[in-house]
């Protein structure tokens, strides 16, 4: 059962005060599988991605990663073991080069970190492996350019290509085509269906058609419980999935039918 | 071409300027070598040998809040500790030599640092530079109570002896080639941190804390070892004082202290490498020169309105400024 699923959550609970965001969520996700985490605004899912990756630490509750208990252990550990995260806002170092963003990720395994002693030039055997993720999210080009510099989606793509960089086996990405034109909407489509072969991800994500193109399995939460799981066609065709997003009687201002949004 | 020669290309390209960078490094350090190394023979030794401790003090300080983005309050501590030991070791055990004393009193600076780092590490912003700030004031109460301290007097009469039982440090010059010497290692040592695998990590956490954490590194105790060697190096900048002019005095503990370190650093340029060297001899030059003048009574005034200046117009300070406008017009 555990070889099956890559991560699980068991009962997870997260209290703050006098308010229960999460409220005993379960998640199994498969190996190999794009699972997506949807709901409407304040529904619990980006709550639900920190307490996985301990960003927050869960009131009750169980986190398994490949079976193996990993609640107790910290962030950067869990990034260690191969479970790596990205961030709503684009999380990347504005003011190192797009080739130092990922130098600094190959570097988390270099085992050199704390050596303040050693030349600045040791890093350079990790350009040629920066320049081939680069490659891959198409920013060759941009590699010496300081990442404040980059355009909005040129700047999640090198987000990506740093999660890549660490080798996770389960990719958790926060809303990866917020703020997206159409266009870079597509771009990152593709970016995740490449980085998803040979691994798994778990992906936070508003824009449905999105979910519709990529997703293998679907969760959908809402006030921080979990309302139904199922593939795109199941929960998009649940009552209460539509329910829970049209809002009980006002217009609602996400305000989509699945089924409409994922029209082409 | 093809993709693999575009990726080499641009490769060499970064490899090329990394090289120009260093060259450009080297020749600032050379001129400013020959400076320091004829300095003297133009200007007061002991004033110069101030302006040294207070850069020395500067470019540790500037190692963790310009580097790493820690912002402590409480960095009279070290220098104070560092003065003290080395004052009450010299002046009591006249078998040590004047470096044992230093580095006794830079040992001792680097504990009490570690001490600091670890209470006040997990704190972030404005609840950092508190704790820092108190346990800053409880060292300063510690100097003002212990007997050996002198109290509010200072310690006076530290013997500055000879440099490994040789050198007559009595002698000015022979004084002041000696501070100038540890001065240099440690700028050329600050140099190598901020560049080296280590350093890349710290600019990392202070670009972006969590994405740090989220790529598996383990931020605390990078932090924690930027703390302590900035702690020893404003610890070995306060041993110098004290041996230089021959008095440690509870003006290095005051919170002042902590304050004036922030200003050179600010006044100079955070986050740079020359830019508290600058900060430190422009703030010693207008205390001492106004000290003397009929503004006597304005010194302070008149460094809190440049420091307020500073942060509300020139926010990269003095070589940051310069740094953009060369980036802006030559790069």
């Known amino acids: 059962m555990s070889d099956q699923y890559v991560l699980e959550a ?23 599988h794009i699972h997506a985490l949807i709901g409407p605004n304040g529904a619990g899912k980006t709550t639900v991605f920190n307490l996985l990756t301990k960003f927050l630490i869960p009131t009750r509750g169980k986190i398994l990663f490949k079976g193996e208990d990993i609640t107790p252990l910290k962030s950067a550990a869990i990034a260690r073991k191969g479970m790596v995260r990205s961030f709503q806002i684009s999380a990347v170092f504005p003011h190192m080069t797009a080739l130092e963003n990922i130098r600094v990720a190959l570097q988390s395994f270099e085992g ?6 050693k030349s600045g030039a040791s ?77 798994t991800v778990l992906m936070v994500e508003h824009n449905l058609s999105v979910v519709s193109k990529l997703c293998d399995r679907i969760t959908v939460l809402a006030q921080g419980a979990v309302l139904t799981e199922g593939d795109y066609d199941a929960v998009s065709a649940n009552p209460r999935v539509r329910e829970v997003y049209m809002g009980t009687g006002s217009s609602g201002e996400r305000g989509a039918v699945p089924e409409e949004e994922a029209a082409p | ?5 575009i990726q080499s290309d641009i490769q060499a390209s970064i490899l090329r300027q990394q090289k120009t960078e260093n060259r450009r490094k080297l020749i600032l350090n050379g001129v400013l070598l020959v400076l320091l190394l004829l300095a003297p023979f133009v200007l007061y030794p002991v004033f110069l040998m101030k302006i040294l401790c207070f850069a020395l003090f500067a470019v540790a300080f500037n190692l963790l809040f310009g580097f ?99 050198i007559n440090l009595e002698d000015n010059l022979n004084m002041y080639y000696f501070v100038l010497a540890v001065f240099l290692g440690c700028y050329l040592l600050v140099q190598r941190i901020v560049s080296s695998p280590y350093g890349h990590v710290l600019k990392a956490i202070k670009q972006n804390e969590s ?52 200003l050179m650093t600010l006044i100079g340029g955070m986050g740079t490498l020359l830019g508290p060297v600058l ?33 509300l117009a020139f926010r990269s300070g003095i070589v940051g400024e310069v740094q953009k406008f060369v980036r802006k017009n030559m790069g």
């Open chain 1, 10 to 32: 068991r009962s997870l609970v997260k209290e703050f005060k006098g308010f229960v965001a999460v409220d005993d969520v379960n998640l199994n996700i498969q190996k190999g």
């Open chain 2, 279 to 311: 900060g430190a001899t422009l703030v010693v030059n207008i205390e001492y020169q106004l000290g003397q003048g009929p503004l006597r009574d304005w010194v302070d005034p008149i460094l809190g309105g440049i420091f307020v200046l500073t942060v």
């Open chain 2, 68 to 166: 790493t983005g820690l912002l402590s309050f409480g960095h009279a501590a070290f220098l104070a500790t560092g003065g003290y030991t080395t004052g009450y070791l010299l002046s009591n055990f006249s078998g040590l030599t004047t470096e044992m004393g230093i580095i006794a009193g830079t040992l001792v600076a680097t504990l009490l640092g570690l001490g600091f780092a670890l209470l006040s590490i997990r704190r972030q912003g404005i609840y950092f530079a508190m704790v820092t700030l108190a346990l800053a004031q409880l060292v300063f109460f510690f100097f003002v109570q212990a007997p050996f301290t002198g109290g509010e007097d200072g310690m006076h009469g530290v013997p500055r002896g000879e440099l490994f039982g040789l």
């Open chain 2, 211 to 262: 994405r740090a954490v989220s790529l598996g590194y383990k931020v605390d105790r990078y932090k924690i070892l930027a703390f302590v060697i900035s702690a020893a190096l404003a610890g070995l900048a306060g041993s110098m004082k004290s041996v230089v002019f021959q008095l440690a005095s509870l003006n290095d503990a005051h919170w002042h202290m902590s304050g004036e370190v922030i």
């Open chain 1, 112 to 117: 050199n970190s704390f050596s303040f002693w």
């Open chain 1, 123 to 199: 890093l350079n055997r990790l350009n040629e492996r920066s320049m081939e993720l680069l490659e891959a999210v198409g920013l060759t080009e941009f590699a010496n350019t300081t990442t404040v510099e980059l355009a909005y989606g040129r700047k999640r793509a090198l987000e990506l290509a740093t999660t890549l960089a660490m080798e996770p086996e389960i990719l958790l990405l926060d809303e990866p085509t917020q703020g997206m034109g159409t266009e870079d909407v597509d771009r990152v489509v593709e970016l995740v269906r490449k980085a998803a072969q040979g691994r």
């Open chain 2, 1 to 5: 071409m093809s993709q693999t020669d």
